[in-house]
């Protein structure tokens, strides 16, 4: 009994697999960094040492850096392929993390890892180090019971995720025949909620965009040109408000044209979902009201409806006190969620169009697009989403839900795209695991039910 | 000849008036910047230690930091009131200077001084240490003269011009008399063009705000919370759209209502001014094209309408690269410039209160406060204005002409409110002398005109 042996060897072993994950989480591999590159390598060699211990073979960094695609951070390989007739998975997750910014709203630093009331913080600690690190912690117990997987293993492991991911769709689709797998398995998603064992079906797309705003060719003082000098930040405003308006609709013309709408039993199987919008508004969000498009409930807008929102706005004066200039140039990062059947490239083209037919008087604008998925729906009928239902049950003790993901996983379209196979999507964070902010956790039950669950899908697959 | 002697004593002694100013445009006296606090002062001791030099008397440093004003930083003042029957001038400058931020588009760093094609680059060179320092190398040589000056003279000159002037306006309403003068001099606007003496003859106010817009509680992921959490950047895009419509015009409620009109002849003596719109957009302002009210002209706009600038917008992800967060906050800085007879106390109200009426939802805003300044018209109908002409006509041999100023000197409204004085603004900044960006300079020919002019001016008023 392999399998019962795994989950015992995990079971005396997870304190040891928590400290491997605390200095894992101590090298700050911001992929977006430049000045944190060689901190993502030492993750990419962090995770290769392991699988190589483990008993992995072929393990090896794969580099991504071309011309075309300079400072691209190595993705990680290894595999396994002795179990004769037996199907292959591909173990996928990412070693990057996003910036930890802003630092002054952590309550412990976020590359010291901090274990407190059974959650351990630190950037990157769900997304996705933690449960990256499950996968390889249940490889290793599989290994440990008796020297064998019970099927054949690909592990491929990025380090540019939170920046497009764009190292990896290039090897997806020029070498496509290496990571050749019947099915792929992605810890990279969250349970609806605490206990309620979870698989992610359907994920957004995205473009993610940069709005340059040119007025005057330097920045020029308010008092003596303000009436005549254009300001890119009052530009970038005019701009904003007529790309969204007050009900949360979005205003460019097509934006909604190849939009689906969810199936009716997807949609009424969301209605059964324990989720009060008044109790997510308060503990979740804690904003004076919700937003969005009327006559959509708040699981429908954030997982099957395109969205559009602006991150930060670099430019001019941003320190404390009073500087009195109309800056030369502003910035807006804004990004879109698609969702099927929207196209990327379509949608950033009918964007940068009708941004630039908006452009205000005397400012030039730039659109450029910084990246892009693509939205993906996964089907729920077939036999690797049955293979993980029964293996969440025997973990939880109860039925699994199928839900969606607002956020964006664009290896999950390559993989259906590049190498034609389903992927599972098996995730263990919770809501309030603060994904991307500050105060990022992993509730650390979850990480070994995480280890559990994956052994078991494994040895069911 | 008391007044030729000085003259000739500032022609001789030129080069070291240049080298003393370089000295203490050495010194970062950012005083919206409380790491700069000991600069600040450092900069004041300066001009105090050289007052006392030259033979100034009672010179001291007069605190204004209170429990309502901490980090308040000190006056410098000094006086000679030995010229029995004739008038008494007050001197007027500052010697803090604005944030020289973005640091990478200086072509020679903005605190090491440096002399290119005649003129003198740094932060502060023209606004307002260098046209402070011919105050006070135009006493120096009319002392060196003959060991008195042709009238009694006062000097004060302030450390927090650029952050609204707080320190002085209290000192002058509550200690006017430490201050009694006949006329006030201030050398801190500029020449309409190069070879042209110019008297500013009017200021525009200004207040100066912020707007802190709140959504979530905490730092959300776009992806998952998109569609339902507010996005503060979003909201304050959308207040802003609506505080100035696309052809300049500013929609707050009640905003012109007190706005006075130009005398017929000022309009047609700045219709008069060697002034080219398409020439000032070209060679000023680089923009592709101007904004502003239609039906104003380009001196009308900057003059004598008031405008609405927002200088930027700080918080969020402004990283290079791309970071998926939906930030808690955000903020707008945004300023408005008055003119004759707004109310810098109403305009706010009114404001805010507009403001705060178009709150999109889900989103908190509050309308905070940072300075305001009363604009300001001089007549020209005085014997301090003739004197001044005179002057400008010796050393220029041109008639000088009167216009009005963009910018705001609050302080000329405290010395006619508090002291009931006029004030002779005669400045000898250029047009391209980039005030409050980077590369600000002064033209080293109008540094030494302008001490000679001072010199002429006090020898006749």
New interface residues.
């Given amino acids: 009994m392999t399998v019962t042996a795994a989950v015992d060897f995990a079971r005396v072993n997870g304190g040891r697999f928590v400290d491997e994950l605390k200095a894992l989480l101590q090298i700050p591999s911001v992929s977006?960094?430049?000045e944190h590159a060689g901190d993502v390598r030492l993750a990419a060699e962090f995770v290769a040492a392991e699988l190589r211990r483990i008993g992995m073979e072929n393990v090896r960094l794969i580099e991504t850096a071309t011309a075309g695609h300079p400072g691209g951070h190595p993705l990680v390989y290894a595999d396994w392929l002795h179990a004769a007739g037996k199907p292959t998975v591909l173990c996928y997750g990412h070693y990057d993390v996003?910036?930890a910014?802003?630092l002054d709203?952590w309550k412990s630093p976020p590359f010291e890892p901090t274990e407190r009331d059974g959650n351990l913080y630190a950037r990157g600690a769900v997304d996705d180090k933690g449960q990256m690190w499950m996968h390889v912690k249940a490889l290793e117990s599989l290994m440990a019971a008796d020297g064998t997987l019970p099927v054949n293993v690909r592990v491929i492991v990025e380090g540019e995720e939170?920046?497009?991911g764009e190292g990896i769709a290039a090897f997806v689709r020029e070498h496509g025949d290496a990571l050749k797998a019947d099915v792929a398995l992605v810890s990279d998603t969250?349970m609806f909620a605490p206990e309620l064992p979870t698989l992610c079906v359907g994920l957004?797309g995205?473009i993610?965009t940069e709005i340059e705003a040119?007025?005057?060719?330097?920045?020029?003082?308010?008092?003596?040109?303000?009436?005549?000098?254009?300001?890119p930040?009052?530009a970038?405003?005019?701009?904003?408000?007529?790309l969204?308006d007050?009900d949360?609709r979005i205003l460019i013309p097509g934006f909604y044209d190849a939009v689906q709408k969810p199936a009716e039993d997807e949609l009424k199987a969301w209605k059964a979902l324990p989720f009060d919008e008044e109790h997510?508004r308060e503990t979740?969000?804690?904003?004076?009201?919700?937003?969005?498009?009327p006559g959509f409930s708040?699981l429908e807008?954030?997982w099957a409806?395109p969205?559009?929102?602006?991150?930060?706005?670099?430019?001019?004066?941003?320190?404390?006190?009073?500087?009195?200039?109309?800056?030369a140039k502003?910035l807006?990062?804004v990004?879109m969620?698609l969702v099927p059947d929207m196209s990327p490239a379509e949608t950033f083209a009918k964007y940068k169009a009708y941004v630039e037919s908006i452009t205000?008087?005397?400012?030039?604008l730039e659109v450029r697009l910084?990246?892009s998925g693509d939205a993906i729906v996964v089907s729920t009928d077939n036999g690797y989403i049955r293979a993980a239902t029964e293996a969440l049950r025997e973990v939880f003790g109860r039925e699994t839900v199928f839900v969606r993901?607002?956020?964006?996983i664009p290896i999950v379209g390559d993989f259906v795209r590049e190498l034609g196979i389903p992927t599972v999507m098996m995730g263990f964070g919770l809501?309030d695991d603060?994904?991307?902010?500050?105060?990022e956790k992993f509730h650390l039950a979850n990480f070994h039910r995480g280890i559990e669950s994956i052994v078991r899908f494994l040895g069911r697959v």
């Fill in positions: 977006t960094a430049p996003q910036p910014e802003p709203e939170e920046v497009g969250e957004r995205m993610y040119r007025g005057a060719r330097t920045d020029l003082h308010s008092g003596m040109y303000g009436g005549a000098a254009p300001n930040f009052v970038l405003a005019q701009v904003i408000a007529k969204k007050e949360g997510y979740e969000v804690g904003s004076v009201a919700l937003t969005g498009e708040v807008r954030t409806r969205t559009l929102d602006v991150h930060g706005m670099p430019g001019g004066f941003i320190g404390t006190g009073a500087k009195t200039v109309i800056p502003a807006a990062k990004s969620r205000p008087e005397g400012i030039q910084i990246h993901g607002g956020g964006s809501p603060n994904l991307h902010a500050p105060n």
